[in-house]
C-alpha cells in the first residue's frame, strides 16, 4: 500500500471498524517512521502485527474487507472491478496478489465462446504473440494466459494503464490540437512497426483502443484480433468474414479480404482524423452504408473540415485513407518518417505527391539561416524531438508533453472532475506549430536540394486546391457528376436531347 491507501485503511481500523483505538495507530506510525530512518521499509499492516495489537489471520480479513473484491473467481488475482466489455469478452481491473500486489487488468473470454475450440485457440494464439514476442512501451504488455477450469474460461492478464482513450478525451476536451494528434501518431507508428516486425495486425484500431496515460504515453491496446499472418495453419478468421470496427474499417476489410498492415495503418488514419475533425470520415445509418463508403466515397480532405490543420498535415491523413493498399503508406515506419518530415519543416512526401492538386503555388530558393540566428529565435516544437529512425528495430516514442487539445466552438458540457481527470490533465499544454503559415494562408515547407548556403521552399495555399471535395450529405453518384466523372456522360444525353428536338421542328414544319 502506499502512503494514501495506508491512511484511509487505518481509518477504517479506527473509525469503521473501531478494533484499534488512536493510541495504537499513533505508536504504529513512529514504528514505521523509525524504521524508515534505518532504511527498512515496512507496511502499516505488518507493523500492527508485529506490536501485537492484531494478529495476521485478523489483519487479513480486515485488509480483505477494506479492500472488497473477489478473490475466489481467478486463483491469484483479486478483481475489483469491471472496466469494460468487447466483442470476445468481459475486461476487469484486478490486483495480482503474488506480485507485490500489482495493479493488472484481466480480460475473461465469454464462456459460450470460450466452447468453440476456434474461439479459444484464436484467443490463446493472441495472448501467447502479446506475452512472447511484443515487448514495447507504447503496446500494453501481456502478463499471463490461463484456464480457469472451476468456472470453465479463458482468462488473459494484462499491464493495467492508468489513463483514458481517445474517445473519452475527444468528448470531455474537444477536438484535438495538431501537435497532440501528431505526437499520438509518432508512437502509434512506432508501436505498429514493432508488431509488424512479427508479421501481427491489430485488425482493429479505433479511439477506443488507444489510451493516453496521465505522464502522455500512448498505448495501443485490445490485440484481440491480432493474427500472425506466416502461420498459415493458424488461420482462424475464414476469407469473407469482416472482422473490425465499420467506422475506421479499411475498404479491404470491409470486402472481408487478407489483409496486412496497410490495413492498420488506414485504420489509424481514420482514427485521427475522427480526433482532429470531430467526425468520422464516412458516416451512415447502418453498417452497410458505411462499408460502402469506406469502399467508394470521395474522403474530404480533413482541412476542408477544419482549416486551422496544416496542408501538410491533411495530406498525411489522405495518404493513410487511400481506398487502396498500394497508395498508402506500405509500412509504418515510412509513415514515422513523414511525421518527422512535418516536425522539421520540410514537406511530407504525402504533400509532395499530390502537390499539384493541393495548390502549390511557387518554389522559391532562399539563403539559409545563419546557426547563431537560428539559435536566438524562440523554440516552438511541433512535438518532441524525434531520434532518426534506426535501421534495425524501431524506438519508442515518448513524448515529454502534450498540447492542449483546440476547444469547439460549441462548449462541451463537462462532468465533475474525478482524480484521474485531473491527473491526466497534467501533460496537457500549449505548444505552437513550426508550420510558417504567412497572413495570406500560404504555408511555406522545405525541400531538400542538397545546397549548402540555400533552402528550397514550396509556398502552399491550400484556397487553391484544384480538386474540392463536397459536403457529405451528397451520395456517392451526385459527387461523382460534382467532380466531372459523369459530365461527358450527362453531354451525351443533352446532345441527343437537342438533335430530337431539331428533329421534331423539322417534321412540324415540312408537315405545315
Known amino acids: 500500500m502506499n502512503t494514501d491507501e495506508e491512511k484511509a485503511f487505518l481509518k477504517f ?54 479492500r472488497g473484491g473477489d478473490e475466489e473467481l481467478i486463483p491469484g488475482y483479486r478483481i475489483v ?72 474460461f479463458f482468462f488473459y492478464v494484462m499491464e493495467f494503464v492508468d489513463g483514458r482513450n481517445l474517445r473519452a478525451i475527444l468528448k470531455e476536451n474537444g477536438v484535438f490540437s495538431e501537435p497532440l494528434a501528431i505526437k499520438i501518431m509518432l508512437q502509434m507508428a512506432s508501436a505498429l512497426q514493432h508488431a509488424a516486425s512479427f508479421n ?3 485488425r482493429d484500431i479505433k479511439p477506443d483502443n488507444i489510451m493516453l496515460t496521465k505522464n502522455g504515453v500512448a498505448k495501443l ?5 491480432a493474427r500472425d499472418w506466416t502461420r498459415d495453419d493458424l488461420a482462424l478468421t475464414k476469407t469473407g468474414a469482416v472482422m473490425g470496427t465499420p467506422f475506421y474499417i479499411s475498404p479491404e476489410a470491409a470486402d472481408g479480404k487478407k489483409i496486412d498492415g496497410r490495413s492498420d495503418i488506414y485504420s489509424l488514419g481514420a482514427t485521427m482524423y475522427h480526433m482532429v475533425v470531430g467526425n468520422v470520415p464516412f458516416d451512415g445509418p447502418n453498417s452497410a452504408v458505411v462499408l460502402n463508403r469506406h469502399r467508394h466515397d470521395p474522403l474530404i480532405p480533413p482541412i476542408e473540415m477544419r482549416s486551422q490543420l496544416s496542408v501538410g498535415f491533411s495530406s498525411i491523413l489522405e495518404m493513410m485513407l487511400a481506398k487502396s ?10 509513415l514515422l518518417d513523414d511525421l518527422q518530415r512535418l516536425q522539421n519543416c520540410y514537406a511530407p512526401h504525402a504533400l509532395l505527391r499530390i502537390k499539384d492538386s493541393y495548390g502549390v503555388t511557387e518554389a522559391v530558393r532562399k539563403p539559409k539561416m545563419p546557426t547563431s540566428a537560428m539559435a536566438q529565435q ?4 511541433l512535438a518532441m524531438p524525434v531520434a532518426t529512425t534506426p535501421t534495425t528495430s524501431p524506438q519508442p516514442v515518448t513524448p515529454t508533453a502534450i ?79 460534382l467532380h466531372g466523372q459523369g459530365i461527358k456522360a450527362h453531354w451525351k444525353l443533352a446532345v441527343i436531347a437537342v438533335m430530337i428536338m431539331l428533329l421534331i421542328i423539322m417534321i412540324v414544319i415540312l408537315a405545315t
Not at 524562440?378 to 516544437?381: F, Q
Open 403 to 481: 498540447p492542449q487539445p483546440v476547444i469547439p466552438a460549441k462548449p462541451v458540457e463537462s462532468a465533475k472532475a474525478s482524480f484521474q481527470d485531473s491527473e491526466i490533465c497534467k501533460f496537457i499544454e500549449t505548444t505552437t506549430s513550426t508550420i510558417k503559415r504567412r497572413q495570406d494562408m500560404v504555408e511555406e515547407y522545405l525541400i531538400e536540394d542538397g545546397s549548402p548556403n540555400f533552402d528550397s521552399v514550396i509556398l502552399v495555399d491550400h484556397r487553391k486546391r484544384h480538386t474540392k471535395a463536397f459536403p457529405a450529405f451528397l451520395n456517392s453518384s451526385e459527387q461523382n457528376i
Open 221 to 225: 491496446c485490445d490485440l484481440g484480433l
Open 325 to 334: 493498399p498500394e497508395d498508402r503508406y506500405q509500412t509504418p515506419d515510412q
Open 81 to 152: 472491478k469491471k472496466l469494460g466489455e468487447g466483442a470476445m469478452g468481459e475486461v476487469y481491473s484486478a490486483i495480482d496478489l503474488n506480485h507485490e500486489n500489482d495493479h493488472v487488468a484481466i480480460k475473461i473470454l465469454f464462456p459460450h465462446l470460450g466452447k468453440r475450440k476456434a474461439t479459444a485457440q484464436r484467443f490463446i494464439q493472441e495472448a501467447q504473440l502479446c506475452i512472447n514476442k511484443l515487448n514495447h512501451p507504447n503496446i500494453v504488455k501481456g502478463l499471463e494466459v490461463g484456464y480457469e477450469a472451476t468456472h470453465d
Open 13 to 66: 481500523l479506527v473509525e469503521t471498524k473501531k478494533v484499534l483505538p488512536p493510541s495504537a495507530i499513533q505508536v504504529c506510525l513512529s514504528v514505521q517512521e523509525a524504521l524508515r530512518g534505518l532504511g527498512i521499509e515496512k507496511t502499516m499492516d505488518k507493523v500492527i502485527v508485529e506490536k501485537g495489537f492484531l494478529d495476521a489471520k485478523q489483519i487479513s480479513a480486515l485488509l480483505h474487507e477494506y
Open 378 to 381: 524562440p523554440a516552438t516544437p
Open 200 to 202: 501481427l495486425v491489430h
